[in-house]
């Protein structure tokens, strides 16, 4: 494989992963989840007190996930909760929240940047040419994640109770299933997959307080996009990501980074529905 | 402003009293506060200015955008661009302040045409606002020396004068555009913004612009922010990408929250305030500052939605109210050819029409004439495509084939507002109106389609036509046009409903189920309505209902859908003693009857 292709392919299993949370949250709750950005940050924070104190780099992601679920549940029914029918206030309280977590970094830890242990390092050939050996692993591990989520979806009895109170809350709650609960989880759940999703990605970065901010725009796009399904997610990411690679390759990495924002923007013009079913 | 009534009108008054007041606030300002202070005021000035179109754009007319900096930064760099590379002087600045605008009114233009659609999600709308400053910014990234990248421009040739003039300047900009704002939101033209806010749906289905209202207003608020940009880059001699960020965009959001969304004065006070707040301690507490200011934001959204604004309000009054104005009165419309007087063709033809969900096909091919003065009810169970019908009349983007004629004009792909503005009128099936508005004010946004809205200006009669006032009269509505509506009873929203889908005058008119819900009496009056709008006033109308005792007394003709298609049509006792009918109503044998 050409270094091209895999460029897109872990680009695209990257955008996957950090787009995930994100969607998590959208399709339970209807609500887009501002604060996700703040959440990435967060998780990078985690990676590199993770690995400054010397622990294990491959066990920075599941902390960062488990501190980010815990800190979930905490944000959910402090802030989200009672905003449950003002959808467009929530976005501006958990944007709030989004300053509040980058502030509470900047005090913390000072404007800087960091670095995070990397739990590989250089290159191998496995696929090919000489590739950045984290890069395939992240990408092999959104696979992974994207599966879980799946199975979690489909599978368990949260993945129903879940999926009925996408379908009609109001029904679900009538036939005994516990919607504040199943809220609670997930947004919890979005919050943990953002903040490991940031632990993922640090090593390929480095950490600031405002390492999410971008992130927050593509996720955000891709998520509109696809609906609120994975394969679909999988396929926009795949698509713009692929696109961003391309544009930033040949054009301008500038105009690269442009990429998934406009071609968005055009594509839910054309059509509203974006990916979902067609 | 030479018209006697603008003089006499109280808004006005307030208006003129406000803005005195507020100049001569700005006037001595300068003349007691200190140079520092004056600095930060300017700049805090020039940013109210586009906190207060903020206010316009979310707090009246619901559209979330993070977007308003983008225009203030093309302003800013308007002048920053123009002084730099081309020239200086005063031709050159008005050129510049020009260029700002007209580019600002441009990508409000686009910008707009992108967000605002029929069917659009408001969210969508908010997304395409986000991404706007972040594509400005990167094209002003990648601007190279002409834009200055991501230092900016500095030390441009400007009018070095002195503080206290930039203090006029901005101050005097602040004091006329709240002006503006403020007899806006009060005018007719307010009153559709707010209806806008509260139930887009249904201002299109009034036949209200809706869309094109929103980038109207954009382009407007755009053209504002620019002129706030230009001033602030001549002033303080800098421009860099963060005036055109969406951080910035972000913060007005946060004076617009926190003043008080929908009190306009209330957010250019917070805006002014928080600024100044934040120029004086973000040198001493750089982020605690910046903490403290989103620890903030985030309870006044969740514990005080309404913003800071009418806690003060109600703590001193502070802001004068006096008697509430009283409703306007209702007078008669004069009666003028509807769409459709002169053409022969029948008011509503419709021809093959198909719709289906994905596989699922509700209707199938319905082909079905309404005549003028003939009262046709569409009956069947539940679940048959009767308000999909409806909804392929009324909105030329439902349907998935066949065509739709009305007064022998096709609907093509038209948008709600173009079937209103064609003749159809339509009520729903589930009561939608717009509940912070009163009894008044819902029939004359009703009436904006004929009527028109007024920018600055509001009127004090409602126009309307006999049918309307017939309906008013008959539920007694016309004793209570300064309710709110959402404090009106059951009946008497269905009623208002039906009065103003009539107030747009309308040739045929939709109704779904309009006496679903309702006592006896009130369904006898609105029957009696309905009656005289066909015989008298030539109206075509479609009813959906299942009281077939209803639909036995007032329709002429009855025509019975049955899985997506036409099963039977004809006089009422015809269709109503057929055996066909009552199978399909009884659920059994209907397919052996359907093939018989």
Redesign the interface.
């Given at each position: 494989m050409s270094i091209l292709v895999l460029d897109i392919l872990t680009t695209s299993a990257i955008l996957f992963v950090v787009a995930a949370g994100l969607m998590v949250i959208l399709g339970v709750m209807k609500l887009i989840n501002f604060a996700h950005g703040a959440f990435l940050t967060v998780g990078g924070y985690a990676a590199f007190l993770t690995t400054s104190a010397g622990i294990s780099p491959w066990l920075a992601a599941p902390l960062a996930g488990l501190f980010g679920f815990a800190s979930g549940l905490v944000i959910e029914r402090l802030i989200v909760r009672p905003l449950y029918d003002r959808p467009l206030d929530a976005i501006l309280a958990t944007w709030g929240l989004g300053i509040v977590i980058g502030q509470l970094i900047t005090l913390a830890f000072g404007r800087g940047v960091q670095f995070a242990d990397s739990p590989l390092t250089g290159v191998t050939s496995l696929l090919g040419p000489d590739y950045s050996a984290w890069r395939i692993a992240v990408s092999a591990i959104a696979i992974g994640v994207g599966l879980a989520l799946t199975a979690l979806l489909y599978f368990t009895r949260f993945g129903l109770n879940a999926r009925a109170v996408i379908m009609n809350e109001a029904l679900a709650r009538g036939l005994g299933i516990d919607s504040v609960r199943v809220r609670a989880v997930t947004f919890g759940l979005g919050a943990g997959l953002a903040c490991a999703a940031g632990a993922l990605i640090t090593p390929l970065l480095s950490v600031d307080p405002n390492m999410g901010l971008p992130w927050l725009v593509n996720s955000f796009m891709l998520v509109m996009v696809s609906g609120v399904s994975f394969p679909s997610l999988a396929l926009a990411a795949l698509a713009f990501g692929g696109a961003q690679v391309l544009v930033s390759t040949y054009v301008s990495p500038i105009v690269g980074g442009l990429t998934i924002v406009v071609l968005a923007a055009l594509v839910l013009r054309v059509n509203p529905k974006g990916f979902a079913r067609g | 402003m030479a018209e006697p009534r603008f003089a006499l009108s109280r808004a006005h008054r307030t208006a003129a009293l406000g803005a005195l007041t507020a100049g001569a606030v700005v006037a001595v300002g300068p003349l007691l506060l200190d140079t520092y202070m004056t600095n930060i005021l300017i700049r805090a000035l020039f940013l109210a200015a586009v906190v207060m179109t903020v206010d316009v754009l979310w707090g009246y007319t619901g559209v979330?955008t993070f977007g308003q900096s983008a225009f203030f930064g093309v302003g800013a760099y308007a002048c920053a661009l123009v002084f730099t590379h081309y020239g200086f002087g005063a031709d050159w600045g008005l050129l510049a302040l020009a260029l700002g605008i007209g580019a600002a009114m441009t990508i409000a233009l686009l910008t707009g045409w992108?967000a605002f659609?029929h069917?659009?999600?408001?969210?969508?709308g908010?997304?395409?606002t986000?991404?706007l400053p972040?594509?400005l910014t990167?094209a002003i990234?990648?601007g190279g020396r002409f834009t200055g990248s991501s230092s900016g421009l500095s030390g441009f040739p400007t009018w070095y004068w002195p503080v206290e003039v930039y203090f006029w300047i901005a101050g005097g900009l602040l004091v006329a555009v709240t002006t503006l704002g403020w007899l806006l939101v009060r005018s007719d033209f307010g009153r559709v913004l707010v209806a806008i806010r509260e139930n887009e749906e249904r201002c299109a289905y009034l036949g209200v612009p809706v869309s094109r209202i929103k980038i109207a207003l954009m382009m407007a608020a755009a053209a504002v922010a620019a002129a706030a940009g230009f001033g602030y880059a001549a002033f303080t001699n800098v421009v860099a990408p963060e005036l055109a960020g969406f951080l910035l965009g972000?913060e007005f959001?946060?004076y617009t929250?926190l003043g008080g969304r929908g009190t306009l004065l209330g957010p250019v006070l917070a805006g002014v305030g928080i600024d100044v707040t934040a120029s004086w301690l973000s040198g001493q507490l750089p982020?605690?500052w910046?903490?403290m200011?989103?620890?903030a934001?985030?309870v006044v959204?969740?514990l005080l939605?309404r913003g800071l604004a009418p806690v003060f309000m109600a703590l001193g009054r502070l802001i004068p109210g006096g008697p509430p104005e009283p409703p306007a009165a209702l007078v008669a419309a004069p009666r003028r050819a509807g769409p459709g007087a002169e053409t022969a063709a029948p008011p509503l033809r419709i021809e093959a029409l198909t719709r289906s969900y994905?596989s699922l096909q509700v209707l199938k091919g319905v082909t079905m004439t309404g005549h003028a003065s003939e009262l046709l009810s569409v009956v069947g169970p539940n679940g048959v495509g009767k308000t999909t019908l409806m909804r392929c009349v009324s909105d030329g983007a439902e349907r998935s084939g066949g065509t739709v004629e009305i007064n022998g004009v096709a609907l093509g792909r038209g948008a709600p507002q173009r079937a209103t503005a064609m003749g159809v009128g339509r009520s729903f099936q589930n009561t939608s109106l717009f509940d912070s508005l009163t009894v008044a004010e819902c029939l004359q946004l009703a009436r904006m389609r004929v009527d028109g809205a007024r920018l600055f200006h509001r009127r004090d009669e409602i126009r309307l036509p006999e049918p309307a006032r017939d309906i008013l009269r008959a539920t007694g509505l016309d004793q209570k046009l300064a309710e709110e509506t959402r404090n009106l009873s059951h009946g008497m929203k269905r009623g208002l409903e039906l009065a103003m889908v009539l107030a747009t005058e309308p040739s045929v008119l939709l109704l779904d189920e309009p006496t679903a819900g309702l006592t006896k009496a009130e369904r006898g009056a609105i029957g009696a309505v309905l009656t005289r709008l066909t015989r008298e006033f030539g109206l075509c109308i479609v009813l959906i209902e299942h009281d077939l005792d209803f639909v036995r007394e007032i329709s002429d003709r009855v025509v019975v859908l049955h899985q997506g298609a036409i099963l039977m049509e004809g006089a009422v006792e015809e269709v109503v003693a057929s055996d066909l009918v009552k199978a399909v109503y009884a659920g059994h044998g209907a397919d052996r009857g359907a093939a018989a």
């Open positions: - | 979330l992108l659609f069917g659009a999600s408001p969210l969508y908010s997304i395409i986000l991404a972040i594509v990167q990234f990648s972000t959001l946060i929250a982020f605690l910046k903490l200011t989103g620890v934001f985030i959204i969740v939605p994905g």
